[in-house]
T-cell receptor, first 110, second 113 residues
Framework: QKEVEQDPGPLSVPEGAIVSLNCTYS??????FMWYRQYSRKGPELLMY????GNKEDGRFTAQVDKSSKYISLFIRDSQPSDSATYLC??????????FGAGTRLFVKA | NAGVTQTPKFRVLKTGQSMTLLCAQD?????MYWYRQDPGMGLRLIHY???????AKGEVPDGYNVSRLKKQNFLLGLESAAPSQTSVYFC????????????FGNGTRLTVT
């Protein structure tokens, strides 16, 4: 079993839709949770960072962590064609080794 | 400020050939990493370094070697390339602070025929 599971998609939505991206993880020691966004032929860039359980909002993006169910979510409101990318969830224990999910490819159609 | 720079951007090798991928960062980061990215597999850690002169194995180290002779550079070597090493290779660095993100280069696309 992978330590972080993520559906690779692809996920296709119309412009303006609410997007929900999800991951599950197996190690209860994970404390830090991240979402990276990767555009085609580019390296991943940090989008959201959350410590422990709870929600964090940044503009149209909301990251949610439920440690009781080991579930990580990213919500995108009013999705735009420019949001089309691969979204990778990631986690670590606070050390220097980050573990990534497989990434979900998102297409937002104009 | 260039961030993390990877060279080359593309390379085609024949089975058995060798090559070195270079990663350079200008952020004075202590920690540097090499990942490979394959469809459906996500980013898998090959080797990493926690400081100049140190290296350690990651999740998929077989067939690769690394060196960190200077703090700003992290080299990934393939001694005898195999088709299974066809992948996109990403270098990343971080300061090591708890909330410090990984900074990635834009990748090297390697094809082994």
């Amino acid at each position: 079993q992978k330590e972080v599971e993520q559906d690779p998609g692809p996920l296709s939505v119309p412009e303006g839709a609410i997007v929900s991206l999800n991951c599950t993880y197996s190690n209860s020691a994970f404390q830090y949770f991240m979402w990276y966004r990767q555009y085609s032929r580019k390296g991943p860039e940090l989008l959201m960072y959350t410590y422990s359980s709870g929600n964090k909002e940044d503009g149209r993006f909301t990251a949610q962590v439920d440690k009781s169910s080991k579930y990580i979510s990213l919500f995108i409101r009013d999705s735009q064609p420019s949001d089309s990318a691969t979204y990778l969830c990631a986690t670590n224990t606070g050390g220097f080794k980050t573990i990534f999910g497989a990434g979900t490819r998102l297409f937002v159609k104009a | 400020n260039a961030g993390v720079t990877q060279t080359p951007k593309f390379r085609v090798l024949k089975t058995g050939q060798s090559m070195t991928l270079l990663c350079a960062q200008d952020m004075n980061h202590e920690y540097m990493y090499w990942y490979r990215q394959d469809p459906g597999m996500g980013l898998r850690l090959i080797h990493y370094s926690v400081g100049e002169g140190t290296t350690a194995k990651g999740e998929v180290p077989d067939g690769y070697n690394v060196s960190r002779l200077k703090k700003q550079n992290f080299l990934l070597g393939l001694e005898s390339a195999a088709p299974s090493q066809t992948s996109v290779y990403f270098c990343a660095s971080t300061s090591g602070q708890v909330d410090s993100p990984l900074h990635f280069g834009n990748g090297t696309r390697l094809t082994v025929t």
